[in-house]
């Protein structure tokens, strides 16, 4: 079973960007460490085309020691970077194209089909024998395509799938629709949300937790494990009731 987190800052009005939906950069410092320490601790990273979108880039390790931690417990320096999207309409010239991390499309049988490009191992050794079959996508090293329902990721499909692929912690961080269909499944562990000192607004601005909603009685649960304040910012650690 595959051990999920998500992290994600948001407003003291919980909103995790603007009405522009422009890339959320109002943490602090001390918030994007913590980020950085969350991902590195995962073998995958998962967030949704539009949050690739924002920001045109992703967070990699950079830090020597959290890079040192990956290379004693036996894992390459950079866990896989994984974009789900419907779309396979990606701007070539976005940063994260550049970035020196493994990626990884995950997109619906529904959409037009693309070749798998093959062999690569979080885990292990790293690429071994990659093959690129013809007409695969030259931007991602690997693309997996699970079944859909009702035009919606299948995430029982999804996550059996990274589980083949030796994923063991997975990292979400975002956006607020994906967010929601993983937790609706219930294959979401723990939350670490930080509390930002400033107001956003905005009846259109994108929450933690978008899509169709919960009703009180089937509301998922958490138990609250930890309340850090750090300067002006609060970090909330949760755990699931999966």
Not at 167 to 186: F, P, T, Y
Not at 211 to 217: E, R, T
């Amino acid at each position: 079973m595959i051990h999920t987190t998500v992290i994600l800052a948001m407003s003291a009005d919980g909103k995790i960007t603007d009405t522009a939906l422009t890339a959320a950069r109002f943490g602090s410092a001390n918030d994007k460490s913590h980020l950085e320490k969350q991902v590195a601790n995962s073998d995958a990273v998962l967030f949704g085309n539009g949050t690739l979108r924002a920001y045109g880039t992703t967070m990699r390790v950079i830090s020597p020691d959290l890079l040192e931690q990956r290379k004693l417990q036996g894992k390459p320096p950079q866990p896989v970077q994984i974009v789900c999207s419907r779309s396979r309409e990606f701007d070539p010239n976005w940063r994260f194209f550049q970035q020196p991390v493994p990626r990884w499309l995950l997109t619906g049988n529904d959409c037009r089909k693309t070749a798998i490009p093959l062999g690569y191992s979080p885990l292990g050794g790293g690429w071994g024998g990659l093959t690129f079959d013809i007409g695969a996508t030259s931007l991602f090293d690997r693309t997996l395509i699970a079944n859909t329902i009702e035009r919606e990721i299948d995430w029982i499909d999804a996550f059996q799938q990274l589980e083949a692929l030796g994923i063991e912690r997975l990292a979400i961080l975002g956006g607020g629709k994906l967010v929601a269909s993983v937790l609706a499944v219930g294959f979401i562990d723990e939350l670490w949300l930080t509390v930002c000192p400033l107001i956003l607004g905005g009846a259109d601005a994108p929450t933690p937790v978008e899509g169709k909603g919960f009703l009180a009685d089937l509301a998922p649960k958490l138990e609250l494990l930890a309340v850090k304040q750090v300067g002006g910012e609060v970090f909330l650690h949760y755990r699931c009731d999966r």
